[in-house]
């Protein structure tokens, strides 16, 4: 132990290093407590942490100190507090050290409405001498060590004190985060409710994908394996497991890719029927549109669980069962098949169109995470969502309608006249390349681009009024 250093405080660096940097106080030596030093440490503060055992606290970042939690805040103006709540007993006694100090509060709870007020409110209940900030608490502790990545850049921060949110701000920044504001201490309690919410975003897309999957499970279930076993006597339902789920995937993965387009182009229309970019959409609409991204990425996903059920087809019994089967009638009758070149030009168009499809699928599931996306441009970004994603729901209906062919002329592909599941999955693909058409058309196309340009249809219908 070195002599500069008082018996109760143990020092982690050599003496006089960073000596022109603000030194910042950490009470709490957990996870969040060492990554968060940690950081500040390689943005170049001095970071002193405060401990109940300052001797045998754990292993801490390189260049820091560790002391008794008065000794920590003595001399510092911004103290982060990297405690649980049911641990804030031992700042009561630090009152008066803590007095006139910024007090950053990066607490969580384990789940909601667990107390009757905020962590952030009750601190400065507990310390009204202090100033408290609620900020951080959205990070976790790998991105606090690893810094800020393109999916975790922001922090939101609030508190009472102007002051105080600027200096919290400054350090938030040079840590390379980008700073939200959300007002007052007030907001502190929706701050803490973000770590606990479960995919909030994702709760729509996945509720539809998941209706969908069953929708169509039980109807081709009932279409193909109920039907074959009450009519026929046979029993098929082996089948479930593979060639029934490798129908469900891409019926529902089409849909749900339509579904992301489907409100653009409600929204244009509702853009041109108003004749105005400044009245607000219906909140269903709003909903739908933020949910976007999920939905293409669930079904994205589907999409890949299609080409893998696919590339297992091969190989499955059933179907070398059938393949020799086929081989030894043919022998034993002495039949030859003549090769058909309908069938041929429609077997590789469909594999071709399906192939070219999910290579796009995938390349609109590239440019959609954060990292891709910040380093385009938006009129690169609005070329690969909006025109290649277009020409993407194309090749994918075309992959459904060659799958089809003329299946849907044949009586007997309705069984028990229901229409089969391909069909059913062309009918919003359909709509909604349709009405995308109609947009493209020169005279709703120029005024739907002078629409979200500003132009307004009332307002140039009064000055006509004026003119007469």
Avoid at 46 to 66: E, H, I, N
Avoid at 243 to 263: R, W
Avoid at 282 to 305: E, H, I, N, S, T
Avoid at 438 to 448: A, F, G, M, V
Wanted: hydrophobic share 45%.
């Amino acid at each position: 132990m070195s002599k500069a250093v008082k018996p109760e405080s143990l020092c982690l660096c050599p003496p006089g290093e960073m000596e022109s940097s603000e030194q910042l106080c950490i009470f709490g030596t957990g996870d969040l407590g060492r990554s968060l030093g940690q950081r500040l440490l390689q943005t170049g503060f001095k970071v002193v942490y405060g401990s109940r055992r300052a001797d045998s606290c754990g292993p801490l970042p390189y260049g820091a100190q560790v002391r008794s939690h008065m000794d920590a805040a003595r001399g510092v103006r911004l103290v982060f507090v990297c405690v649980h709540r049911e641990n804030y007993s031992f700042l009561e006694s630090l009152a008066s050290q803590l007095s006139g100090k910024v007090l950053v509060d990066v607490s969580n709870n384990r789940k909601k409405d667990l107390y009757p007020e905020a962590n952030a409110e009750f601190l400065q209940r507990m310390l009204p001498g202090c100033h408290v900030i609620k900020c951080f608490n959205t990070l976790s502790a790998w991105s606090l060590q690893n810094g800020p990545s393109d999916a975790s850049r922001q922090v939101y921060l609030c508190g009472n004190s102007a002051d105080a949110k600027q200096a919290v701000a400054a350090v938030a920044t040079k840590l390379g985060f980008v700073v939200v504001d959300r007002g007052s201490l007030s907001a502190a309690g929706e701050l803490e409710a973000f770590p606990l919410q479960l995919f909030p975003e994702w709760r729509l897309p996945l509720r539809i994908a998941f209706g969908l999957i069953a929708f169509f499970f039980f109807y081709l279930l009932t279409r193909d394996v109920i039907f074959a076993y009450v009519e026929r006597g046979t029993d098929i339902s082996f089948r479930i497991m593979v060639s029934l789920a490798n129908k469900v995937f891409p019926i529902v993965s089409l849909i749900m890719l339509a579904l992301c387009y489907l409100p653009g182009v409600l929204a244009a229309f509702l853009q041109l029927y108003r004749g105005t970019k400044y009245r607000r959409f219906p909140d269903w609409l709003d909903r739908w549109m933020l949910c976007r991204k999920q939905l293409g990425l669930v079904a994205l996903a589907l999409a890949f669980l299609h080409v893998f059920y696919t590339l297992v087809i091969p190989i499955r019994y059933y179907v070398r069962y059938r393949i020799g089967q086929s081989l030894i009638t043919q022998v034993k009758e002495n039949q030859t098949v003549t090769f058909d070149t309908t069938s041929a030009w429609r077997s590789d168009s469909y594999l071709a169109m399906g192939i070219l499809g999910f290579a796009l699928f995938v390349l609109l599931g590239i440019s959609s995470l954060p990292s891709v996306s910040n380093a385009l441009s938006w009129r690169e970004f609005n070329f690969i969502q909006s025109k290649l994603g277009h020409l993407t729901l194309f090749l994918c209906t075309l992959h459904a309608y060659l799958y089809g062919w003329d299946r849907f002329l044949k009586p007997a592909t309705y069984k028990w006249n229901t229409p089969p599941g391909y069909l059913l999955s062309l009918v919003v693909p359909t709509v909604v390349l349709v009405l995308q058409l109609l947009i493209l058309l020169p005279c709703l196309d120029r005024t739907l681009a002078r629409i979200r340009q500003g132009w307004e249809r009332l307002q140039a219908d009064e000055q006509k009024t004026l003119l007469a």
